[in-house]
């Protein structure tokens, strides 16, 4: 999946400035808030297979050890089976930049 963003978002953050970054998401928020993370269909092979989704910016520097050493939650927005309740899971939206690539990954399938 690619796109300007760090993770989920509530909103589109290149249109709403304001946007609020999901740092952690459950399987069933992902999908009972339409939220375009993936199709439902490898949301729910992901379920039911106990497998977390990480989505965030493949292209920064660090990103992808924080990933595969263990620190999702330093980085992007993690979607499993439990999520996370409120508004504490939100961060503001950093600035775009037109340059940055930004991938859905998918660190248990390393």
């Known amino acids: 999946m690619c796109g ?16 609020k970054l999901h740092r952690k998401l459950s399987y069933k928020q992902v999908t009972t808030q339409d939220l375009d993370v993936m199709d439902q269909t490898a949301i729910t092979l ?10 965030f910016n493949l292209t920064k520097a660090g990103n992808i050890i924080k990933a595969l050493t ?9 979607v499993d089976e439990e999520g996370e309740e409120g508004d504490s899971d939100y961060d503001e939206a950093p600035a775009a930049s037109d340059a940055d690539t930004h991938l859905m990954y998918d660190a248990a399938s390393m």
């Open 4 to 19: 300007q963003v760090d993770g989920v978002y509530d909103c589109d953050p290149n249109k709403h400035p304001d946007a």
């Open 46 to 55: 992901c379920k039911e297979n106990s497998i977390p989704v990480v989505v």
């Open 70 to 78: 263990g620190h999702p939650e330093a980085i992007g927005t993690t």
